[in-house]
């Protein structure tokens, strides 16, 4: 089965600065690479995907890069804020798998003033 | 809409009782997830639903869990006897049909914070 490792576990940033999150994947069918944000007290939410078929996405503040060859991709946040203070989860899955998905172990931001 | 709802949100309960973890999916989302998250093993998926259908519980840790669907609106998920390493936060999401050419995200609900004393 698919295998997610996700790194770093904790990254402190100040405020302003940029934030990278790295992730690397097994199954070479996986397709899809959804990242999700929790907040403290409440469940994961999705901020942003990329898709195989596409190297690079970015809304606003928030990018994801994705290297097939590599089998790896990565969640860039720049300027960062408080509000961006959360656990960060990567995750793969791939057509046909029936929306299941393999989540990375987490990333811990704390972004301080 | 109001979201994923579960309930309770939080469990205290004594090694060896029934607990029972309800929720309410998104109306018209097919799929319903179970996850399991720990600070030891993270986010686990338990068992996923298609259509009220269980299709993957290789994540059920033993048979003293269990989960069922009995309607495209509620799924429980059952844990007789509790041990206190089943402590842990319990989250159900649920989403949309999925296609091969389409990707769906997976909406969660705000968990249930399980402790087996």
């Known amino acids: 089965g698919e295998n997610v490792e996700q790194h770093p576990s904790t990254l402190s940033v100040q405020e302003g600065d940029s934030a990278v999150i790295k992730c690397t994947y097994s199954?070479?069918?996986?397709?899809?690479f959804p990242w999700y944000k929790q907040e403290l007290g409440k469940g994961p939410q999705l901020i942003i995907d990329i898709r195989s078929n596409v190297g690079e996405k970015k809304d606003q503040r928030i990018a994801v890069t994705l290297n097939k060859t590599a089998k790896h991709f990565s969640l860039h946040i720049t300027e960062t804020q408080p509000e961006d203070s959360a656990v960060y989860f990567c995750?793969?899955?791939?057509?046909?798998?029936?929306?299941?998905?393999?989540f990375g172990t987490g990333t811990q931001l704390k972004v301080e003033l | 809409d109001a979201g994923v709802i579960q309930s309770p949100r939080h469990e205290v309960t004594e090694m060896g009782q029934e607990v029972t973890l309800r929720c309410k999916p998104i109306?018209?989302?097919?799929?319903l997830f179970w996850y399991r998250q720990t600070m030891m093993r993270g986010l686990e998926l338990l068992i996923y639903f298609n259509n009220n259908v269980p299709i993957d519980d290789s994540g059920m840790p033993e048979d003293r869990f269990s989960a069922k669907m009995p309607n495209a609106s509620f799924s429980t998920l059952k844990i007789q006897p509790s041990e206190p390493r089943d402590s842990a936060v319990y989250f159900c999401?649920?989403?949309?049909?999925?296609?091969?050419?389409?990707?769906?995200?997976?909406?969660f609900g705000p968990g249930t914070r399980l402790t087996v004393l």
């Open positions: 999401a649920s989403s949309p049909p999925a296609s091969e050419s389409s990707y769906n995200e997976q909406f």
């Open positions: 109306s018209g989302h097919d799929y």
């Open positions: 995750a793969a899955s791939r057509s046909g798998g029936g929306n299941k998905l393999t």
């Open positions: 199954d070479s069918a996986s397709n899809y």
